[in-house]
């Protein structure tokens, strides 16, 4: 076993909310050394870290590892899954250097959904019946000839755009002429998975995974659509929380036995070791958990409700992660709820407003009585050369409370979201409501 360097010079890749949340718990290591962040990361972020000078693009890779060589950098953490698409990994992996996140060969599970879904056959892996196809003739037939619901799913990267919840066969058709026909996505839709859709509540289970110790995170539940009720088109995430009780410790176990050791044992049998963050998505169905999907990253809002809650020192862990020695790991939980809200500008999720300066961080900070506390995460902003910040994309702020119960925690991080302004700043109120129904309904529990 390697002990991590102590201080641990870290390169973080990525530029949101996620990252920022990552970074928060970076900086409290004692083991932390310089933290490194992207030129253009957000402002959250430039208060935490350095400006990295070297170029992250991919096709300058050979840059950035002569500077990470020459900064003594120890650990370069991944957040986001296009770098790992790339092989990020692979490429920065050096003796004395640990990269946190798959190699390319596992990150296959998120950007290739038919390869996920072969992997998912072959282990014996509870998900939804499905097929992925390469024409455009063979799917249609394959809907056509179901009398089920299906969902169509682009197989490559979409940034969350890529799935179709479908009706009816004319829908799914449509789907497949858009993603096949029109390419609407490009490449990632050359190929398509066609798959029955389920119905049930949705979570969230993470795990760090370092090729053969597999520690599960306390599950979350993130809220996609844009509006309350869970409404209107998709969006990358309005808000999450963990832990949520829809997934119940014998659900967690049977993620963790069912889902997650025999993916990994899958993988390492075809010679792929996983190291890194496992993320399946889980529909709770009446016949037991199903895969939805995998990611084999950090969930973006979930990071934002797990790194407030996480006891333990995340540059240990995640050094450890990333060379093979997680059994050991210190890692608990914070008995307390945290429930995050992102604040969204005008537009999102199309095109949004951007430019326009914040006001109220530090007043929505304060808002935490005694024994809770408020974070407010950085996704979407950036910082001004007069010191100020304003709004750089769709999700500008995500805003955590973290508190004694899931409607205290709601509460505190709707009531806090109130108080950042800028021009048409919006966000959800009811992140939670399916387990904390509005007063006079009954909640709706796992189906
Ligand atoms: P994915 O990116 O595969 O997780 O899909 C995005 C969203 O589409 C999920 O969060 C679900 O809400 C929905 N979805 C995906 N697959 C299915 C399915 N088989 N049945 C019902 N809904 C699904
Ligand atoms: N919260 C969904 C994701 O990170 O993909």
Redesign the pocket.
Same mark, same amino acid.
């Given at each position: 076993m390697t002990a991590v360097p102590s201080p641990c010079n870290v390169l973080l890749v990525g530029s949101g909310g996620r990252e920022h949340a990552l970074a928060w718990k970076l900086s409290q290591s004692p083991r932390l050394g310089t933290l490194w962040v992207q030129q253009d990361a957000n402002a959250g972020l430039r208060a935490l870290g350095r400006p990295c000078p070297a170029p992250l693009a991919a096709r300058e890779r050979f840059f950035l590892r002569s500077w990470l060589d020459r900064n003594d950098i120890h650990l370069v953490v991944v957040g986001p899954e296009v770098p790992l698409a790339e092989g990020i990994v692979d490429e920065l992996e050096a003796p004395g250097r640990r990269v946190f996140g798959p190699r390319r060969d596992g990150a296959r599970l998120e950007f290739d959904?038919a390869f996920s879904k072969q992997v998912m056959k072959q282990a014996n892996v509870p998900t939804?019946d499905?097929r992925a196809f390469t024409t455009f003739e063979q799917a249609r037939a394959y809907v056509q000839a179901r009398d089920v619901p299906?969902?169509v799913?682009a197989s490559g990267l979409c940034a969350?755009k890529?799935?179709t919840?479908c009706s009816d066969g004319a829908e799914a058709v449509a789907a497949l002429e858009k993603m096949m026909k029109q390419r609407a996505f490009g490449d990632a839709g050359a190929t398509v998975v066609v @798959?029955?859709?389920?119905?049930g509540q949705?979570v969230s289970v993470l795990a760090l995974v370092d090729g053969r110790t597999i520690t599960v995170l306390d599950p979350c539940q993130d809220h996609?659509q844009v509006g309350e009720g869970d409404t209107g088109p998709?969006t990358g995430g309005m808000g999450s929380y963990c832990p949520t009780p829809l997934a119940t410790p014998a659900v967690v176990e049977s993620v963790a036995r069912d889902v997650l050791v025999p993916t990994v044992d899958a993988l390492r049998r075809d010679g792929i070791e996983f190291r890194g963050v496992l993320y399946a998505?889980m529909?709770l169905t009446p016949g037991g958990p199903?895969v939805? @999907?995998f990611n084999t990253r950090f969930g973006d809002p979930e990071t934002q409700s797990i790194m407030p809650r996480l006891r333990g020192d995340l540059v240990d862990i995640l050094w450890r992660t990333a060379g093979g020695e997680l059994d050991g790991a210190a890692i608990d939980f914070d008995p307390r709820t945290a429930c995050c809200v992102a604040v969204c500008a005008e537009g999102y999720p199309g095109t949004p407003r951007t430019g326009d300066p914040i006001e109220g961080i530090e007043a929505a900070a304060a808002c935490a009585g005694p024994g809770e506390e408020v974070h407010v995460f950085h996704a979407g902003t950036a910082l001004r050369d007069d010191g100020s910040v304003v709004t750089a994309g769709g999700r500008v702020l995500g805003v955590t409370a973290l508190a004694a119960d899931l409607r205290r925690a709601r509460d505190l991080a709707t009531a806090a979201a109130a108080r950042i302004r800028f021009p048409g700043a919006f966000f959800r109120r009811d992140i939670g409501h399916r387990v904390l129904a509005p007063a006079g309904t009954v909640p709706v529990l796992a189906d």
């Open positions: 959904k939804a499905g299906v969902v799913k969350g890529g799935v919840v @798959e029955e859709r389920l119905v949705e996609k998709n998505g529909m199903k939805l @999907e």
